[in-house]
């Protein structure tokens, strides 16, 4: 019997033991079974998951760290399919507080896209004051409705945001927030620091898992060169010059003429970036987003500083060289080219053929004195019919034509030289211009004046692109254009401030010709020409109270520079020059 | 013969001996194994409610980013140009023009040169937790269990 109890015992033991080791047997097997990983994966996926995250996007700073560009936040809004009852008490609050409409909001929950989808976004960009609203309504209300309603989600994010609306919007360029993105400006050149690096990041749901969350690298600020009060001051003054002198549109730019820092940009039209959507009426009929850098025009008579420079530096004509403008008239190629009032201006010096804008002693100091190869050599040096270079997207190079291309003519040589048969953008000319001003030396133009990433800000360095002519050379015709200004009274003139400066009045190419009915008036002008501070160019398209730009552009460059001498805190001369000589 | 036989008998643990020492055995093996239990218990109860608030802190990082973005933002349009311009014409005030700038000069003044925004704070680090706590009790065990263990094709 007792035995028999024993050999009971141990069958049953045995039987255990079978039985644990089948267990841990076909653990083993599961665990490497094909399917083992399958498994595994499966059981992950609860674990938590992996999610792309995006650094907020860079802030855009003016040069006195005045913010120009930021972020905001707004929710996406969303139902969660299967906790809705009620979809018409959703579509009516969504309505009421959010402002969506019935029907579509209707429709988006009961007919969703796929029979799978659980959850439909009714709104990614709702106010952070409307879903506040719909909250405090959630939480008045209880029972069936409340239970309904709690069905709607709110997940915030960041967008961007402009606070300074319009003003330097050309220069700050736009991005869209609805997917297609549409960048101008500084926002598009810049679109890869300011986004910074996104990055996949395994987000656990398993509270077990302790796992450490390391901040995500920053994107990067930028610090601009624009001056917001400078550009607010030009943009002022561009939209009523417009206005008063009937104007299509217009440009104004502000640089500093020893580093190539453009100060100001201001060009028309503008749009608030904050109402991305507006930007298809703005572009109707090919608009460029930023005259100033996009749009090539014929400048006229603000581009004989450069034949002038040309001349002086290569050495063939001085200012004292007499131009004998006997006819009015000069033959280049066959054609005749003549004044801007058909006149002879009898014996001048070059002083005199620039401040009377003569077309002919400027084809003669091209044609005769200097040559096509001279001349040709020194615009491309001059930056003509290339980019300049600047940190703007959308540049436009202009063109210069040249004598091996097979639409130049032997009377292009003539014609350019006064700035007809050659297009720039009004930052070309300024580029262009800052080598008069500057010493002989051409700085680059750019808008960034230092990036700030993980609390460190680094200054960028100037980069000086050319240097197309000789300091001697530059003083001298800086103190010509300045003589020019004075003896001509020129309504640019700010009491004073001595300042070198040169109008243009260019006609507009149509298919019967150049005609005078219709008008390009630009200045480019800079100060003190002793030590530059600033390089002003104006450009108005088609003015109607005066097609002349001595008229025009003129005194919206006096009346730039009146206010920059206030903003940027530059002593008139008199005081200036006696304080650096203390 | 016998006599081996009968001192074998007399140095024989009694039967209640035996047993108890492997009851005690067995005791001190549950002891040992409540003990593991208790410990592992105890370091993945704080890891969970440590997993818990790593999360909270995340989202609360993450609102506070969005709330200082929405300030930045806020101060931005309350001292817009535009706003400044309004209010200042409000209170009376018209753009200086040149005429009315006086000049003086001040002894030591330096002109502000341009705007520093940079922060001595800088990057968090990569990584703020110690190493020390970056293990589990069994990745510690499986840890030592593999340092322990003879590295294999290892050099004669």
């Known amino acids: 019997m007792k035995t028999d109890l024993f050999w009971r015992f141990r069958a049953v033991q045995i039987a255990l033991i079978l039985s644990g080791l089948a267990i841990i047997v076909q653990i083993i097997h599961i665990q490497n079974s094909p399917e083992a990983q399958a498994i595994l994966d499966e059981g992950e996926r609860y674990t938590g998951s992996w999610q792309t995250i995006y650094p907020a996007r860079g802030e855009i700073y003016d040069r006195n760290g005045r913010l120009l560009a930021g972020n905001r936040t707004v929710y996406e809004a969303g139902v969660d399919l299967t906790s809705v009852k009620n979809v018409s008490e959703i579509a009516t609050a969504a309505q009421l507080y959010l402002g969506l409409d019935y029907a579509t909001v209707y429709n988006q929950i009961t007919n969703p896209e796929s029979p799978d989808v659980v959850y439909v976004v009714l709104d990614k960009y709702a106010a952070p004051e409307d879903v506040l609203v719909f909250q405090e309504f959630q939480k008045t209300i209880s029972g069936n409705s409340a239970k309904n309603l709690s069905a709607v989600y709110f997940q915030p994010h960041m967008v961007r945001s402009y606070p300074e609306r319009t003003l330097g919007s050309n220069v700050i360029g736009l991005i869209t927030i609805d997917g ?23 987000i656990p749901s398993n509270p077990h898992d302790a796992r450490e969350m390391p901040a995500i690298p920053s994107s990067t600020a930028l610090i601009l060169t624009i001056d917001r009060e400078v550009q607010s001051a030009i943009e002022n003054i561009l939209d009523n010059s417009i206005q008063v002198y009937g104007a299509r549109s217009g440009v104004i730019i502000v640089a500093d003429p020893q580093t190539g820092e453009i100060l100001g940009m201001a060009s028309t039209p503008r749009i608030d970036p904050n109402q991305y959507w507006n930007y298809n009426d703005m572009v109707l009929g090919g608009i ?3 005259r100033g850098v996009s749009q090539a ?37 066959g054609f005749a080219i003549r004044n801007w009032d058909n006149a002879a201006w009898g014996n001048q010096d070059m002083t005199g053929c620039l401040q009377h804008s003569l077309n002919v002693c400027l084809a003669w100091v091209a044609a005769v004195q200097l040559g096509q190869d001279d001349f040709y050599a020194y615009m491309q040096q001059f930056g003509l019919g290339h980019l300049t270079g600047v940190d703007l997207a959308g540049e436009d190079p202009g063109r210069l034509k040249l004598p091996d291309d097979d639409d130049w003519y032997e009377v292009d040589l003539g014609t350019n030289a006064y700035g ?9 000319m300024i580029v262009a211009a800052s080598a008069i001003a500057n010493n002989g030396q051409m700085p680059r133009p750019h808008v960034l004046k230092a990036t700030v990433q993980n609390g460190r800000q680094d200054e960028l360095p100037i980069e000086i692109i050319g240097t197309p002519i000789s300091a001697n050379t530059a003083q001298t015709l800086t103190q010509m254009l300045a003589t020019s200004l004075e003896n001509e009274s020129s309504l640019a003139l700010v009491p004073g401030y001595r300042l070198a400066g040169k109008t243009g009045t260019a006609s507009i190419p149509t298919d019967d010709g150049y005609t005078l009915a219709r008008t390009n008036v630009s200045f480019i002008g800079w100060g003190p020409v002793d030590d530059p501070q600033f390089i002003v160019y104006i450009w108005l398209e088609q003015p109607t109270a005066s097609i002349w730009g001595s008229e025009t552009a003129a005194p919206v460059f006096k009346q730039v520079v009146e206010r920059l001498i206030v903003l940027m805190g530059i002593p008139p001369d008199q005081i200036r020059l006696s304080l650096s000589g203390q | 013969m016998n ?17 108890r020492q492997w009851l005690g055995l067995v005791l001190l093996g549950v002891v040992m194994a409540a003990m593991v239990a208790g410990v592992y218990l105890n370091v993945t109860a704080r890891a969970t409610l440590a997993g818990r608030e790593i999360l909270d802190l995340n989202y609360e990082i993450a609102a506070n980013e969005r709330a200082n973005a929405d300030l930045q933002t806020d101060l931005a349009e309350a001292s817009s140009e535009a706003a400044m311009q309004q209010h200042a014409q409000m209170l009376g005030f018209v753009p200086a023009r040149p005429e009315d700038i006086v000049y003086v000069v001040v002894p030591g003044y330096t002109p502000k040169t341009g705007v520093d925004l940079s922060t001595t704070t800088g990057q968090p680090p990569a990584s703020i937790i110690l190493p020390e706590y970056r293990q589990t009790l069994f990745e510690w065990f499986a840890e030592r269990i593999q340092s322990s263990a003879p590295a294999a094709g290892g050099q004669q």
């Open chain 1, 180 to 202: 297609g993105k549409r960048s101008f400006g500084v926002e598009e050149k810049y679109d890869s620091l300011l986004s910074g690096t996104a990055e996949r990041r395994w």
């Open chain 1, 420 to 428: 007809q048969g050659v297009s720039v953008t009004p930052l070309q």
């Open chain 1, 288 to 290: 460029p987003y930023n």
């Open chain 2, 3 to 19: 006599k081996i036989t009968t001192l074998a008998r007399k140095y024989r643990q009694a039967p209640w001996r035996t047993q």
């Open chain 1, 297 to 333: 025009y014929e400048p006229g008579s603000v581009l004989k500083i450069l034949t002038m420079a040309a001349a002086l530096d290569k050495g063939v004509v001085h200012p004292g060289t007499i131009y004998p403008d006997l006819t009015g008239e000069i033959i280049v190629g």
